[in-house]
């Protein structure tokens, strides 16, 4: 059974830094791809980073010099370090995998079917 369980979130000034963590378990994390996705209040669920262990890693132009994913094989875990945090930042952050996801959507949210609970981002002054 996969099992996903994101933690460290929380409230974070504007230019703050975070580093989320998602625990994995019940699948080979080497061979999946993983990605970083987050739901703003009232809005779609979009990825932020997603890594291919074939194809690379896809990063949201809205993020780019700011966030970096990376992936601990050995220990099954996912982490999503966020720097320069904005306001629009705010979201839930969730991790997802997916054995084979084409390199076209890679962090498309509709090619993941598991998902972990979670973790707040909130972004204020």
């Known amino acids: 059974e996969v099992q996903l369980v994101e933690s460290g979130g929380g409230l974070v000034q504007p230019g703050g830094s975070l580093r989320l963590s998602c625990k994995t378990s019940g699948f080979p994390l080497y061979a999946f791809v993983v990605g970083w996705f987050r739901q703003a209040p009232g809005k779609n669920r979009e990825g932020v980073i997603c890594?291919?262990?074939?194809?690379?890693?896809f990063t949201q132009d809205d993020v780019k010099g700011r966030f970096t994913a990376s992936r601990a094989n050995d220990n099954n875990m996912v982490y999503l370090q966020m720097n320069s945090l904005k306001p629009e930042d705010t979201g839930v952050y969730y991790c997802?995998?997916?054995?084979?996801?084409?390199?076209?959507?890679?962090?498309?949210?509709?090619?993941?079917?598991?998902w972990g609970q979670g973790t707040q981002v909130t972004v204020s002054s």
């Open positions: 890594m291919s262990p074939r194809d690379g890693t």
């Open positions: 997802a995998p997916d054995p084979y996801v084409p390199i076209e959507k890679m962090c498309g949210p509709y090619e993941y079917t598991n």
